[in-house]
Nanobody, 123 residues
Framework: QVQLQESGPGLVKPSQTLSLTCTVS??????????WSWIRQPPGKGLEWIGY???????YYSPSLKSRTSISRDTSKNQFTLQLSSVTPEDTAVYYC???????????????WGQGTQVTVSS
């Protein structure tokens, strides 16, 4: 059974960098052909995909967040990390990590999710 667990600060000041780590157990983040993703849900809004780091180590980000986003991994710890720079209150959301598989083209399905972690951007 694959389990994902987000960790990181719940409060970040505007203009700072948000950093969250997802620890994966029950499966390796280097196993073909999974895409380890970050997804968020702002209050009162739908889910927003942020980006992924693939089993190969390649990354892909949402065009709207690309300039501020970096996803990296530590294979020795079976973890992957999200960094979102220059945050504003609009980045306040519940942040999820999830395991994705490619269905077709640019479509992915997510079969395992973390429980989510609330991040608030406020001074």
């Amino acid at each position: 059974q694959v389990q994902l667990q987000e960790s990181g600060p719940g409060l970040v000041k505007p203009s700072q960098t948000l950093s969250l780590t997802c620890t994966v157990s029950g499966g390796s983040i280097t196993t073909n052909y999974y895409y380890w993703s970050w997804i968020r849900q702002p209050p009162g809004k739908g889910l927003e995909w942020i980006g992924y780091i693939a089993y190969s180590g390649s990354t892909y980000y949402s065009p709207s967040l690309k300039s501020r986003t970096s996803i990296s991994r530590d294979t020795s710890k079976n973890q992957f990390t999200l960094q979102l720079s220059s945050v504003t209150p609009e980045d306040t959301a519940v942040y999820y990590c999830a395991r994705g598989t490619r269905v077709a083209g640019s479509r992915y399905e997510y079969d395992y999710w973390g429980q989510g972690t609330q991040v608030t951007v406020s001074s």
